[in-house]
Each structure stands twice: as structure tokens, then as C-alpha cells.
């Protein structure tokens, strides 16, 4: 705590339950200098922040300190779970309990770095099948809107097994929106075009939707 | 004639045209058939009427309800090819399918090489294991 902005601008403060206005007002400024703020993020527990009172800023830096320190400190243990860990359909992996894990603590912050992770890793299949098959085990609207952009991603990689998961990842939510975005997806790979239309199916028949007459003339 | 019945993942198969004669991939089969002390666990049906139970069986094992695949192989085929089985108590909370479970033993490198490759002829095609599970059978023809 020492070296934290908060601490530095008053040390003769010994308690942190009633900030002065000076605190708040250095917070504001360094807040809007927020890459001297961020910088110093990993020195501040998440109650000093939340004693300055600062509603917005509040929020933003303690996302952007999750951020940073899941960037930091979990994206080398994932991106290791995802390449040596045995996968199965319908098992649980070490990496589905890490992400579960940091959902639970702060889905905001966790959904923006399984984002980044994936975009950075966009060239190698096998962490982004990895990525699309722990999404698509979280409830839809808790994954909501990072996980089915990814979804949607996957269904335009040109790897098979990518564009799979993008498939099994909508299938798994089984909203209507993933019908409508499912209807919409062609692919030279006739097992899988036999997979996407047969998840179709089912998607119509869970939402009691009939086929138009488009459906038809396709 | 038995069948009897394996979870794997389809896609690792189609990586390559095995329809067509290619050879299976690697991925397909260290991901697939992944021994344990020389044996390939394997779920037993009578008949491809009762591929609901095998699957049933599979997927009880499991924390999430999603689309798996399966791969059928032909008992008959497996006894021409000198592979053995034995009774391996199955990890299934239902109490009827628990001795249907068996173990492919004595596994080595060759044997394991007859039971992935399709010889003759293969046939794949989608059934409905229930509203939510499809699985997808691969059927070793019997003159394999």
C-alpha cells in the first residue's frame, strides 16, 4: 500500500475509512492522467479505490486492475492448460475451472481478456478451439456480447475445427439470435454442413419456429 | 454380433479424407484412443437399435449435456483381427449399464492400427440420441 497514489499524497493518514477531499481531488486528476493511475494500479487494494467514492473511476480501474493483472498473471497458466491439457466433449478441464474461476470474480474484466486473448492468438487453432469450447459452457448472457463475437469469428476461420466450435458454441446457447446467425452459415465440409443444418433443426423446433418461405427455396 | 461403442471427437477424423482412403490423422488418434495399461475403454449394444443406451452410459460420465460423437466397431471384425476384450465394471450411475462395459486389451501399436483404420468401407450418419445429445456413429463394415 506504501507506494500506492492514494497513500502518497497524504502520509499522514494511518486509516482509509473516510478519504479527505484532497484524496478525491488528486484521484480525479490522476484518474483523467489514467496511464499514471494504471500504472500504479497493482498497488492499490480494491478498498482504497472504493473508499474515494468515485462511482465512475471507481469502476474503470478496478476493471482495468483486473485486467491488467489476469493479463499478467493468468494468460501464460491458460494459454498452457489449453495446449497440454487432454480435451473431451462434456468433461470438465483445469482451464474451465480458471476461467469459472475469474468469471466469478469479475466477469467484465475476464470477458475483455479471453477477448484479447483470442484476438492475439487469432493464428493458432489450437488455444482458440480451446477458448470456444470454455465459452460456450457459460450461460449465454453471462459470456454476452464477448463470447458470441468470438462465436461469430470462428465461423468465418478458415480452420474446420474452429469454425466447429464456433457452431458447437451456438448450439450449446441455444438462443434464437444463434439460430438466426446459424441460418445464415455455408461451408464446403459436408459433415459439418450436415452438423450446422442439423443444429438448425433442432434451434427451430426448441423455439417452435417454422420455415419461411426463403427456407424453402433454398 | 456385438458392438461395441467409443466416444470421440468427429473432427479429428475428417482432417484427413479417410472416405476416401487417406490415412487417419495423429490427432485423431492420440486424442481418440487414448490407452490406459494397453486397454481402450468401450461400451457394449447388441444391436445399433440400442446405441441410446451406449451413449446414455457415455454421457452420464460427464459434467456438461453436449453433442459428442461416437464410433462403432464391429466385435466380429475385432475377433478376426485377434483384438480382446475384457469386463471392466463401467463408471455409470445407471445400475443396467454398468456390466456393459469393457475393456479392448492387450493393445499394441499394430492392433491399435487395425482398430482405426476403416478397411473396406465406412458409413457415418447422425442419430438422435435425445433432444439435446446427437451422436454421430462410425460403423466398421463386418468384412474389415
Given amino acids: ?218 | 454380433m456385438s458392438l461395441f461403442v467409443r466416444k470421440i471427437i468427429k473432427s479429428k477424423w475428417y482432417q484427413t479424407d479417410i472416405e476416401n482412403g487417406d490415412d487417419v490423422s495423429a490427432d485423431a488418434i492420440t486424442n481418440c484412443m487414448k490407452t490406459k495399461q494397453n486397454t481402450l475403454s468401450v461400451w457394449e449394444i447388441e444391436s445399433p437399435d440400442e446405441l441410446d443406451n451406449a451413449v446414455l452410459a457415455i454421457v452420464s460420465q460427464h459434467q456438461h449435456l453436449e453433442t459428442i460423437d461416437v464410433v462403432k466397431l464391429d466385435s466380429v471384425s475385432l475377433v478376426e483381427n485377434e483384438i480382446v476384450w475384457v469386463e471392466s465394471r463401467g463408471l455409470t450411475p445407471i445400475d443396467d449399464l454398468v456390466d456393459t462395459h469393457f475393456d479392448l486389451s492387450e493393445l499394441t501399436y499394430p492392433k491399435l492400427g487395425i482398430i482405426v483404420t476403416p478397411k473396406t468401407k465406412s458409413i457415418w450418419y447422425p442419430h438422435k440420441e435425445n433432444d439435446d445429445v446427437m451422436s454421430i456413429a462410425f460403423e466398421l463394415d463386418e468384412s474389415a
Fill in chain 1, 1 to 218: 500500500m506504501s507506494n500506492s497514489p492514494f497513500q502518497l499524497t497524504d502520509k499522514t493518514r494511518t486509516d482509509h475509512t473516510e478519504p479527505s477531499k484532497f484524496h478525491i481531488d488528486f484521484f480525479i486528476e490522476e484518474d483523467a492522467r489514467s496511464s499514471t493511475v494504471l500504472t500504479n494500479l497493482d498497488d492499490l487494494s480494491d478498498v482504497d479505490i472504493l473508499q474515494t467514492g468515485i462511482t465512475t473511476s471507481k469502476e474503470n480501474i478496478l476493471n482495468s486492475r483486473r485486467l491488467k493483472s489476469l493479463r499478467e498473471k493468468f494468460t501464460s497458466e491458460l494459454i498452457y492448460l489449453l495446449r497440454e491439457e487432454d480435451f473431451e466433449y462434456g468433461k470438465d478441464t483445469k482451464a474451465d475451472l480458471l476461467v469459472r474461476s475469474k468469471m466469478e470474480q469479475n466477469d467484465l474484466a475476464t470477458k475483455a481478456w479471453l477477448n484479447s486473448v483470442y484476438v492475439e492468438y487469432f493464428s493458432n487453432t489450437l488455444i482458440l478451439i480451446g477458448i470456444l469450447r470454455i465459452i460456450a459452457r457459460l450461460d449465454y448472457y453471462v459470456i454476452f456480447p464477448e463470447g458470441q463475437t468470438m462465436a461469430i469469428a470462428a465461423l468465418s476461420h478458415r480452420d474446420v475445427e474452429v469454425k466447429e466450435c464456433g457452431v458447437r458454441a451456438f448450439e450449446s446457447w441455444g438462443s434464437l439470435n444463434s439460430l438466426k446467425i446459424l441460418n445464415g452459415i455455408r461451408t464446403d465440409t459436408l459433415w459439418l454442413q450436415e452438423y450446422i443444418d442439423k443444429v438448425i433443426v433442432d434451434l427451430r423446433r426448441e423455439h417452435n419456429v417454422t420455415l419461411c418461405q426463403e427456407d424453402y427455396q433454398e
